[in-house]
């Protein structure tokens, strides 16, 4: 799995590109990481990795996800933001090598686990994200600002 | 008194439901996860007569590198180490001793893998993870909270107004 900063800006630019809510995105960019609670119970001693596993697959996100989207009044709408931002989580952490055994895509019917064995994850992956989204910034400020312009132009 | 409206009541219902597959997943992870899972490196090498001439993947560290022979004995797993021996007559990257490294290979034996693919890891890159995923927590907290609030009437998350 890559780090958080990757996550969140690769479904901060998912967010703008299919102009979806962005900040449901992100936070569902890194909601399969909610198995990470395990730090908490290695503190306390406990490995409770198993117990947690199903957060990091795309029925647990999902379901999630779909407990989140019923605290909004659009549930729908929030409920398909949150997935685009678990698919690229899962899409990012699928093409990685190197931290993760890989996705059990069809859990709880197969304990199977895919995985691109192509990219070792490293800096430069963080770093090209983090190049995209500045670039990505730049370029829907200036669409914006620009058609900022034409509307107060023809007003 | 305050009666919930029939959307409402659906919602709680339906919260409820998720909630309690939710529940039964995890459990049922908790349950099967030991018999069911890819194994660990430890456990693939304790009984590699089960998973002999299959493709393995696995974390290691190089200790010695014999390029007459075209071999190198790693680590693997915590102290104490379980020593193996990795054949790389295939592996044309550059490895040195000391490497962290991530194979990919097939299980030939007791303690023995011929590898297909060996990629090196930086040794500082789980400290990088975990020091760059830190400020990804704020950022995540902002960019939702500046667009929803709760409102503890409704129990809901709603729009904040723009421009208000």
Known sequence: M???????TIGWIA???????VGLVVLGSILPDL??????????????????????TPVGSLLVAG??????????????ALSIGITTHFLLDFFLIGLTKGIQFLFPFSWERWRFNEIMIDYRITALAIIAAVLGYIYWYYKDSKKGRTEYKTR | MNLLSSMQKRKVVLVILLLVILIFLLFYSYL???KNDYPDSGYLFAHYQTFNNTEITFPARIRDIDT???????????????????NISTIKNTLHRGDSIFVI???TG???????RIFVRDPGLDYFIFISSIPAIPYVLFLFFRTWCFDRKSFTFIQRKKNA
Request: proline share 5%; aromatic share 14%.
């Open chain 1, 2 to 8: 890559p780090d958080w900063i990757t996550h969140t």
């Open chain 2, 110 to 116: 007791n303690r023995t893998v011929s590898a297909e």
């Open chain 1, 35 to 56: 198995v990470k609670i395990n730090h908490i119970a290695l503190w306390f001693g406990m490995d409770l990795y198993s117990l947690f596993n199903p957060f990091h």
């Open chain 2, 32 to 34: 099967e996860f030991n």
């Open chain 1, 67 to 80: 407990i989140l989207a019923l605290f909004f009044v659009d549930s729908i709408k929030v409920f398909l």
């Open chain 2, 105 to 107: 290979g097939i299980l």
């Open chain 2, 68 to 86: 007459a022979n075209q071999t190198l004995t790693a680590n693997i797993g915590d102290p104490p180490y379980t020593l193996i021996e990795i």
């Open chain 1, 15 to 21: 967010g703008k590109v299919i102009k979806m809510e």
